[in-house]
């Protein structure tokens, strides 16, 4: 998969098709699954959107997005994370210790990592933030019905970054 294939996977419009959606309790942390789809040039791609955040420690989260494959393994896309040590020890060794995002590589791919191993610092502060973030940055177009279960109101007149894929 090109860099460009995995760049217009992560940014392209897509739609979460599940119906219901809860968040389990397991292993000390609450855990959430939505299935979602794109579709680009009349080929369908299948997602799940995960969602985990420890019960314990607020800071400590993870969202999303993991492309279903016909191979043996499926493809992370993107993961917002929250606070905890990361070494990007694979490329330029940066270390930091506060909320980050993973993007997809083509490169990490090819050297048989994590393909979302890469980080960089982002700007949301908590796991609500890194939701709605989320959902905007990776494009999806029916996300608002979801932000409920997550008791979020969202505040039509914030203007959201644009998305870095740039490490």
Known sequence: MTQS???????????????????????????????????????????????????????????GLKLLTNEDEDINLARYNGIHEHTNKHSDGVIFNTFHKH???????????????????????????AIVRFFKELNFQNYHQFLKHFEIVENENENSNQLDLGF
Do not use: M
């Open 5 to 63: 294939e995995i760049d217009l996977l992560i940014t392209c419009p897509k739609n979460i098709t599940s119906k219901r959606f809860s968040l389990r309790n397991l292993d000390r942390s609450l855990h959430g699954v939505l299935d979602a789809e794109a579709i680009i040039e009349e080929k369908t791609f299948k997602f799940k959107v995960f969602f985990r955040q420890s019960i314990k420690l607020e800071e400590k989260f993870s969202v």
């Open 103 to 129: 993007f997809a590589t083509e490169s990490a791919i090819l050297k048989g990592i994590k393909a979302e191993h890469n980080a960089k610092p982002a700007n949301y502060i908590n796991f609500k933030g």
